[in-house]
């Protein structure tokens, strides 16, 4: 299995442009994250999804957008890039949102720089 | 804003046991708490979790105070591998919490 893959690994992009960050996992989890990691600090989640066709906020969404089309992909979306959205992104999934089997398997990130 | 209270950084000899602790005093009572670790700038990486017993696994043990509002992670015997970020989380339904860690160097 890969796990969790994550593309790209690094983009460097100007104010106000769009791009979509790229996530799938062939764990066949039900549970997908995407969170935020800025210098020195935790991680924060962004948006989280419970299945195909299904997304929730997490702690940090303004600015961002999700879909699920597939139990595989969770591609997180960047409308009109702000030099705050710079940080490292990271995806996970997990096996269901309760319960004790909720560990999480995180992507390497994508390093992601707004100028 | 995290809802886990860690040590920022600590150090441990390599082959001694480190002992990492953290608050959680807001943690309902359903629900789980969670150890990561996060080595360099890798995606963190599962250790363990309990709810209210002291837990073991090939990588660590957990030590959950009676009240639920503590919890102690403990690497048997340290090895210079083990130098990484170490979160203590605290989860709410869906949503896990990760504070900003401790940060543990192994000293040779």
């Known amino acids: 299995n890969a796990g969790v893959t994550q593309t790209p690994k690094f983009r460097i992009l100007k104010i106000g442009q769009s791009m979509t960050l790229q996530c799938a996992q062939d764990?066949?989890?039900?549970?997908m994250y995407w969170y935020r990691q800025d210098p020195g600090m935790g991680l924060k989640l962004i948006y989280y999804?419970?299945?195909?066709?299904?997304?929730d906020k997490g702690e940090v969404p303004n600015g961002y957008n999700v879909s699920r089309s597939t139990t595989e992909d969770f591609p997180l979306r960047l409308e009109l890039a702000a030099p705050s959205q710079t940080s490292v992104y990271f995806c996970?999934?997990?096996?269901?949102?309760?319960?004790?089997?909720?560990?999480?398997?995180f992507g390497p990130g994508t390093r992601l720089t707004v100028t | 804003d995290a809802k886990t209270t860690q040590p920022p950084s600590m150090d441990c000899a390599e082959g001694r046991a480190a002992n990492l602790p953290c608050n959680h005093s807001?943690?309902?009572?359903?629900?789980?708490v969670y150890w990561y670790r996060q080595i360099h700038s890798q995606g963190p990486q599962y250790i363990i979790h309990?709810?209210?017993n002291n837990e073991t696994n090939e990588m660590a043990s957990l030590i959950i105070t009676e009240d639920r509002k503590s919890s102690t992670l403990i690497l048997p015997h340290a090895t210079l591998r083990d130098t990484a970020v170490y979160y203590c989380?605290?989860?709410?339904?869906?949503?896990?919490?990760f504070g900003t860690g401790t940060s543990l160097t192994v000293i040779p």
């Open positions: 996970a999934s997990s096996y269901s949102g309760g319960g004790p089997r909720r560990e999480q398997y």
């Open positions: 764990m066949n989890h039900n549970y």
């Open positions: 999804s419970v299945g195909a066709g299904i997304t």
């Open positions: 807001t943690i309902s009572g359903n629900e789980y």
């Open positions: 309990g709810l209210k």
């Open positions: 989380i605290e989860t709410t339904g869906n949503q896990f919490y």
